[in-house]
């Protein structure tokens, strides 16, 4: 059962940001300090990636652990008890789309990176997963 209240949810759901995240900020901040120059949520490409590296035909999407079904943690696979069958065909729509995106980005001659929230928290890693995927395309 839900423990807010109907107009409280609400709420808390418009608070929620889809662009400028922390997570996001996290990863831009990163590719910054590593010399990379990047546009932000691109509209001239689907999907409007996060990060497009234009000089390295790179899109970076920062996908949140819960939104998007991250099989890497266990935020990404616990579904709220309420209202179950909705939030599971909200994550699978968004999945789907996801992948219809990146395999439009992959026809363009794009790569496509996906960086999840869980992986922010080990930095050096994040920096390491960067470093090859740019390097393999430069």
């Given amino acids: 059962m839900d423990t807010l209240t109907k107009s409280n949810r609400s709420k808390l759901m418009s608070s929620i940001r889809s ?5 996001e900020k996290v990863v831009r ?3 910054f300090k590593m010399g990379y ?3 932000l949520h691109a509209k001239q490409l689907p999907g ?3 990060i497009a590296l234009a000089r390295y035909r790179t899109a970076i999407f920062v996908h949140g652990c819960f939104w998007h079904g991250c099989t890497n943690c266990d935020r990404g696979t616990r579904v709220p008890k309420t209202n179950r069958e909705k939030w599971l ?3 699978n729509s ?3 789309r996801d992948r219809r995106v990146q395999l439009q980005l992959s026809e363009n001659g794009w790569n496509v ?5 869980c992986e922010l928290s080990e930095l050096e890693k994040l920096r390491e997963k960067l470093q090859q995927a740019l390097k393999t395309v430069a």
């Fill in 113 to 117: 990176l996906v960086v999840w929230a």
């Fill in 19 to 23: 662009a400028n995240t922390g997570p």
């Fill in 94 to 96: 968004n999945r789907e």
């Fill in 89 to 91: 065909e909200k994550i």
């Fill in 48 to 50: 409007k990636p996060d």
């Fill in 37 to 39: 120059r990047y546009r």
């Fill in 29 to 31: 901040s990163l590719l």
